[in-house]
């Protein structure tokens, strides 16, 4: 009775909720105080993907959900992005019948890396993607190393892990899991790679395991890349998905030497995000000419990228998640990269759309020298913490002629309307990505 209940009071509240625009989470919250197991009670399919990290989990589900389902499978998924035990009982439930078997072929599950062991303590996902472990709203999340530790409990023998294997930390979540359980991805060395860390810290400097001094062949971004500690042995593992070329710059990569693809969005995260979607689909039979032909030139439809107008400019809007050093390095390397004139606009007018803070300390984390290239002919630092950005770019080495500052986001929306013609960039949150929106004329 209780299920039942429970089943019910979730299907009437996310109803009511649709009607509203709301209700992805409150329906599963009173669903879980009428039965606290419920999760644990529904019939779910036999295929259960989940998908978590600091970045790139909500696209790379949008893009294995679209393979999937363009493969004959019914994929029940977390759209709205609402993943907190709360979003997914109320996914679950929404897409039950009454007698409490779930319909759809292939849960899947974007999950936040703080609660997963929340919710999957009722039901273990049968692949599990660690896509990459950064320093991600430090007020919250303390460490990535602490994030580590919070998903830990949430993996489970029988679960293949699908890892990246350029990150370090996220490697580790391998050990004392059974080898045949683990796939792994990653990509090649290439030209454009490094051999010094390029950023303001390095969260790859130390072992994870020994603490010992890590060493790298090469640096694909950030502390991503070949690695090795020579004090413990802990190293990159050999790849099962691998890009093996890439060419940002004209927007092809080729994964495993014998499938190319084309990418819509020519960012380094877009190419790990393809590649985990690649590889878990590759798990779940998927043949890959199928796969290439949804994956190719696949624009996201989560808002990440946005093109638009703005008077005579045409304009690149690029969410990089407040608190966020490494989504924001990696759209200010996507700018560095283009070579048309340009001007980019940063905007940071709400820090979180989950809690107060007035804490921004993480932007002296993000390396805004990647903006002092020749084509970047202006910087314009807009909205409620825009002194807090100015401070930041006084000691960058970005000339200070080139820096305008303002509040109000309108004011800058209007001037670039009325002056000029160069490609416009904007850098700013989802919190913030509307206010800037409101004012173009969206592709």
């Given at each position: 009775?209780?299920?039942?209940?429970?089943?019910?009071v979730?299907?009437?509240?996310?109803?009511a909720?649709?009607l509203?625009?709301?209700g992805?989470?409150l329906?599963?919250?009173?669903?879980?105080?009428?039965?606290p197991?419920?999760?644990?009670?529904?019939?779910?399919?036999?295929?259960i993907?989940?998908?978590?990290?600091?970045?790139?989990?909500?696209?790379?589900?949008?893009m294995i959900?679209?393979?999937?389902s363009?493969?004959?499978?019914?994929v029940?998924?977390?759209k709205?992005?609402?993943?907190?035990?709360?979003?997914?009982?109320?996914?679950?439930?929404?897409?039950?019948?009454?007698?409490?078997?779930?319909?759809?072929d292939?849960?899947l599950?974007?999950?936040?890396e703080?609660?997963?062991r929340h919710?999957?303590?009722f039901?273990?996902?049968?692949?599990?993607?660690?896509?990459?472990?950064?320093?991600?709203?430090?007020?919250?999340?303390?460490?990535?190393?602490?994030?580590?530790?919070?998903?830990?409990p949430?993996?489970?023998?029988?679960?293949?892990l699908?890892?990246?294997a350029?990150?370090?930390l996220?490697?580790?979540?391998a050990?004392?899991h059974?080898?045949?359980?683990v796939k792994?991805?990653?990509?090649?060395?290439?030209s454009?790679?490094?051999r010094?860390?390029?950023?303001?810290?390095?969260?790859?400097?130390?072992?994870p395991?020994?603490?010992?001094?890590?060493?790298?062949?090469?640096y694909?971004?950030?502390?991503?890349?070949?690695?090795?500690?020579?004090?413990?042995?802990h190293?990159?593992h050999?790849?099962?998905?691998t890009?093996?070329?890439?060419?940002?710059?004209?927007?092809k990569?080729?994964?495993?030497?014998?499938?190319?693809?084309?990418?819509?969005?020519?960012?380094?995260?877009?190419?790990y995000?393809?590649?985990?979607?690649?590889?878990v689909?590759?798990?779940?039979?998927?043949?890959?000419?199928?796969?290439?032909?949804?994956?190719?030139?696949?624009?996201?439809?989560?808002g990440?990228?946005?093109?638009?107008?703005?008077?005579?400019?045409?304009?690149?809007?690029l969410?990089?998640?407040?608190?966020?050093?490494?989504?924001?390095?990696?759209?200010?390397?996507?700018?560095?990269?283009?070579?048309?004139?340009?001007?980019?606009l940063?905007?940071?007018?709400?820090?979180?759309?989950?809690?107060?803070?007035?804490?921004?300390?993480?932007?002296?984390?993000?390396?805004f020298?990647?903006?002092?290239?020749g084509?970047v002919?202006k910087?314009?630092?807009?909205?409620?913490?825009?002194?807090?950005?100015a401070?930041?770019?006084?000691?960058?080495h970005?000339?200070?002629?080139?820096?305008e500052?303002g509040?109000?986001?309108?004011?800058?929306a209007?001037?670039?309307k009325?002056?000029?013609?160069?490609?416009?960039?904007?850098?700013?949150?989802?919190?913030?990505?509307?206010?800037?929106?409101?004012?173009?004329e969206?592709?």
């Open positions: 009775m209780r299920l039942f209940l429970a089943i019910v979730c299907k009437v509240l996310r109803f909720g649709g509203i625009g709301k992805s989470s329906p599963g919250q009173i669903a879980l105080k009428v039965c197991n419920v999760l644990g009670r529904v019939k779910l399919p036999s295929r993907i989940a998908v978590t990290g600091s970045n790139g989990k909500t696209s790379t589900v949008e959900a679209a393979i999937l363009a493969s004959g499978k019914t029940v998924y977390n709205e992005g609402s993943n907190q035990i709360e979003g997914v009982a109320t996914l679950i439930l929404s897409n039950c019948s009454l007698g409490g078997k779930m319909r759809g292939v849960l599950l974007e999950s936040d703080r609660y997963a919710t999957f303590q039901f273990h996902p049968t692949h599990f993607v660690i896509t990459n472990l950064y320093r991600d709203q430090l007020t919250r999340n303390g460490h990535p190393e602490w994030v580590f530790d919070a998903i830990k949430a993996i489970f023998p029988e679960t293949t699908v890892l990246n350029d990150d370090p996220v490697s580790c979540f050990r004392d059974e080898p045949d359980k792994w991805f990653g990509l090649d060395e290439r454009a790679d490094t010094e860390h390029q950023g303001v810290y390095h969260d790859g400097l130390r072992c395991v020994c603490k010992g001094r890590m060493e790298y062949s090469c694909h971004y950030a502390h991503i890349g070949h690695y090795s500690c020579p004090s413990c042995g190293q990159r050999e790849t099962d998905f890009v093996t070329a890439l060419d940002l710059k004209g927007g990569l080729t994964i495993n030497g014998e499938t190319e693809i084309s990418l819509a969005f020519k960012s380094i995260y877009n190419v995000n393809i590649l985990a979607a690649w590889s689909c590759s798990l779940a039979g998927v043949d890959k000419a199928a796969m290439a032909g949804i994956i190719n030139n696949y624009m996201l439809k989560n990440r990228m946005v093109t638009f107008r703005l008077g005579s400019h045409k304009g690149t809007l969410t990089s998640k407040h608190e966020n050093s490494v989504a924001y390095d990696t759209n200010l390397g996507y700018i560095a990269d283009t070579d048309k004139p340009c001007t980019v940063v905007i940071v007018d709400a820090i979180s759309r989950k809690y107060f803070t007035g804490e921004t300390s993480w932007l002296w984390d993000i390396d020298d990647r903006l002092n290239c084509h002919q910087v314009m630092l807009y909205g409620k913490y825009c002194n807090d950005l401070v930041r770019f006084k000691y960058s970005i000339p200070a002629d080139k820096i500052v509040e109000d986001i309108r004011t800058a209007d001037f670039l009325e002056n000029g013609d160069e490609d416009v960039y904007v850098v700013t949150c989802f919190s913030d990505r509307d206010k800037i929106l409101a004012h173009v969206r592709d």
